[in-house]
């Protein structure tokens, strides 16, 4: 088989991009991490997060979301002017978000923590070594943005943990109001 030098660039170049897609937040993503995690910024000289959500956070998600929906079947309307459709939506975003993760500085003050140190520091956490023993503070976990109804409308994650008897996490919903976001709301919370 025979291939053209041009045929083998282009290819190389597609795959380049997809790869490059998948590493990056995209400029409505990142406008929306920007404002959130502006709230941290003059509390944090290092925001330390990981590079996806666990099994656990996105089941979480999965089944507030599918709860609203049982609930709210009937409903043309559900809580936050949301409609079971965009339930649906956001169920098969989550669904994505397996196979997504971050990368180093994706926000400003972020260091993203590997996962093989993630996967020692929970190992140690039975000889009581803590997030904030090791980092000086606690890791932050969190979702890419699920974007509904053209993009006025975020729903998105956030969690953070420095030991198991001080952790959260939080499934909010918020509404774009002119250049900003307003949170309407939270789908559900986890608090320990």
Not at 82 to 100: G, N, P, T, W, Y
Not at 179 to 187: A, F, V
Request: some cysteine.
């Amino acid at each position: 088989m025979k291939y053209s030098i041009s045929k083998v660039i282009l290819l190389f170049s597609m795959l380049t991009a997809a790869l490059f897609s998948n590493a990056q937040a995209t400029e409505q993503e990142q406008d929306f991490l920007n404002f959130f995690f502006e709230q941290y910024r003059p509390k944090i000289d290092t925001f330390y997060y990981s590079s996806n959500l666990s099994a656990g956070e996105l089941q979480n998600m999965k089944e507030s979301l599918k709860r609203h929906i049982a609930a709210d079947n009937s409903a043309e309307e559900t809580p936050f002017g949301l409609q079971c459709k965009d339930f649906s939506v956001a169920l098969s975003a989550i669904d994505s978000l397996q196979k997504i993760s971050w990368h180093d500085r994706v926000i400003e003050k972020g260091r993203l923590v590997p996962e093989d140190t993630l996967t020692v520091l929970y190992k140690k956490m039975a000889q009581d070594q803590m997030p904030l023993d090791v980092f000086g503070g606690e890791i932050h976990s969190f979702s890419h943005p699920i974007f509904l109804r053209k993009g006025t409308i975020c729903l998105f994650y956030h969690g953070s943990f420095s030991s198991p008897m001080d952790s959260y996490g939080c499934f909010y919903v918020y509404k774009k109001v002119g250049d900003s976001w307003c949170k309407l709301g939270t789908l559900f919370a986890v608090i320990s």
